[in-house]
Nanobody, 123 residues
Framework: QVQLVESGGGSVQAGGSLRLSCAAS????????LAWFRQAPGKERERLAS???????RLSDSVEGRFTVSRDVAKNTLSLQMNSLKAEDTAMYSCAAARSTNLWCDRADYNTWGLGTQVSVAS
């Protein structure tokens, strides 16, 4: 079973950038769907970015054009580059994994989570 640890969160001004990383241990990324989620206080958890087992990526409409997601199988890391940050991006960001033989995973498939890293954007 893979273990996940996020890093890179912090506080920035609106318009700024942050890069989040998710380091995995215990298994290889190539067998897993991966995703970044976020949850703000009082709101539902939102899936922002997905990486299928072949490395294809998808982004939610709320971050398309501002965020990019990538994985490095050799380093077993998942990254989220966040640009043009807005106050509404303030949330706890978590990476998640789901071992799968399917190209993509549904939201409910994700069963391994990191503890998360806080992102705060000041307007």
């Amino acid at each position: 079973q893979v273990q996940l640890v996020e890093s890179g969160g912090g506080s920035v001004q609106a318009g700024g950038s942050l890069r989040l990383s998710c380091a995995a241990s215990g298994s290889t990324f190539s067998d897993y769907c991966l995703a970044w989620f976020r949850q703000a206080p009082g709101k539902e958890r939102e899936r922002l970015a997905s990486v299928g087992i072949l490395g294809h990526t998808r982004l939610s409409d709320s971050v398309e054009g501002r965020f990019t997601v990538s994985r490095d199988v050799a380093k077993n890391t998942l990254s989220l580059q966040m640009n043009s940050l807005k106050a509404e991006d303030t949330a706890m960001y978590s990476c998640a994994a789901a071992r799968s033989t399917n190209l993509w995973c549904d939201r409910a498939d994700y069963n391994t989570w990191g503890l998360g890293t806080q992102v705060s954007v000041a307007s």
